[in-house]
C-alpha cells in the first residue's frame, strides 16, 4: 500500500493512494484512525482493514487534495550521517575522518514538512544545503531487536530531504542545530509499505535543483543496513510507531561543490527515490513571525 495523510475541506485524514486517486478512508470505515501514527500503533489488523476499505471508499483525484507529511507528528526524526560509499568519500577527500561507528543526530520533529511545502532560507544563514535520502519509519514498539529480525519493525518507506544548515551544523559535535531548522525535513509523498516496495537494497536515489541534476546514487552504497540501523538504535531506546529514521545521502550535496552552491530562494528542490515517489520544494524566505497575541491583563477590581 501507499498511505498518505492528506487534507481537504479542512480536514486532515488518512488514504491510500491507488494510481492517480487517494481512496478516502474515513468514508468507508469510521472506525479507522484519520492519523497516521495511531493507525500504525494498531498494529497489523489496522493495516489490514485499511487495505480492505481502500477497495470501497471514495476516492478523490491527487489534484484535488493537500497531501501532507504521511507521519505529520513523529515522537522521534533521527538521521544517520556518513551512510553513503560515494558520500563518505567527499568527506575523506577533505581531510576528514570517518566515524568508528553509525553517527546519528537528532532532527527535532518541528522539522518535519509536506512533501511539497516550501523551505525556509534561515534569517541567520545563507549555508543552505539539500540532502536527498530514504526515511524509513518504525511500525512497531522496537526494542533490543537483531538485524535479521528488523523487518518485521519496519511500516515502510518514505523521501526525505535532510535540509542541512551547515555553518550550524558545525556549530557542536551532534549536528543538530543544523539538522533542525523548521520546514527542514521535508518527507513523502506517501508511506510505501515493504510489501509493494519489495527489496529496498537497491533503490536508485537522484537529486535536481532547478532541474540539474545534483546527486544519483543508490542504497546498494549504504554502508549500513537498513536492519543494522535497527539494531543500533533499539540497544538504546525503544523505537516507536511512527518514528523516522533518515538514512542518509550520496555524493553531489552543495557544500562538496567548487565553490560551494547554497541553495538560494526562487530554487526548486526534488528529490526522487525509484519506487517511492518524488517530493519537490520551493525555497523562500524565512518569513517574520507575527509577534504572539498576548491577552491584556485585566484591571484590578
Not at 141 to 159: L, Q, S, W, Y
Not at 178 to 202: I, Q, Y
Not at 219 to 231: K, N, S
Request: glycine residues 10%; charged residues 25%; proline residues 9%.
Amino acid at each position: 500500500m501507499r498511505l498518505a495523510t492528506f487534507s481537504q475541506g479542512g480536514e486532515t485524514r488518512v488514504g491510500v493512494v491507488v494510481g492517480q486517486e487517494i481512496a478516502d478512508l474515513a468514508s468507508v470505515d469510521p472506525s479507522l484512525p484519520t492519523d497516521m501514527r495511531q493507525l500504525l500503533a494498531y498494529g497489523p489488523e489496522a493495516l489490514a482493514a485499511a487495505r480492505t476499505a481502500a477497495t470501497r471508499a471514495r476516492r478523490h483525484p491527487l489534484d484535488d487534495v493537500r497531501l501532507k507529511a504521511p507521519v505529520p507528528d513523529p515522537r522521534k526524526f533521527l538521521g544517520l550521517g556518513l551512510s553513503y560509499r560515494s558520500h563518505a568519500d567527499e568527506v575523506l577527500r577533505r581531510g576528514r575522518s570517518l566515524p568508528a561507528h553509525q553517527n546519528w543526530f537528532n532532527k527535532q520533529v518541528t522539522a518535519v514538512n509536506g512533501p511539497y511545502d516550501p523551505i525556509h532560507l534561515p534569517r541567520v544563514s545563507n549555508q543552505l544545503d539539500y540532502e536527498g535520502e530514504v526515511a524509513l519509519v518504525i511500525g512497531r514498539p522496537a526494542r533490543h531487536v537483531r538485524k535479521a529480525d528488523a523487518a518485521e519493525f519496519i511500516a515502510g518507506f518514505m523521501v526525505c530531504n535532510d535540509v542541512s544548515v551547515r555553518d550550524w551544523q558545525q556549530r557542536a559535535p551532534t549536528a543538530t542545530l543544523g539538522k533542525s531548522f523548521d520546514t527542514h525535513g521535508p518527507v513523502g509523498p506517501w508511506l510505501t509499505t515493504p510489501d509493494e516496495l519489495g527489496d529496498p537494497g537497491a533503490l536508485r536515489l537522484r537529486t535536481w535543483v532547478n532541474g540539474e541534476l545534483r546527486q544519483d546514487g543508490s542504497t546498494a552504497e549504504l554502508m549500513y543496513g537498513f536492519g543494522e540501523m535497527i539494531e543500533e538504535l533499539s540497544a538504546v531506546f525503544t523505537l516507536e510507531p511512527g518514528d523516522i529514521l533518515t538514512t542518509g545521502t550520496p555524493a553531489g550535496v552543495g557544500q562538496h561543490r567548487e565553490p560551494p552552491l547554497w541553495l538560494k530562494p526562487g530554487e526548486r528542490v526534488r528529490v526522487e527515490v525509484e519506487g517511492l515517489g518524488h517530493i519537490e520544494n520551493l525555497v523562500i524566505d524565512e518569513p517574520h513571525a507575527e509577534a504572539p497575541h498576548r491577552p491584556k491583563a485585566s484591571a484590578a477590581p
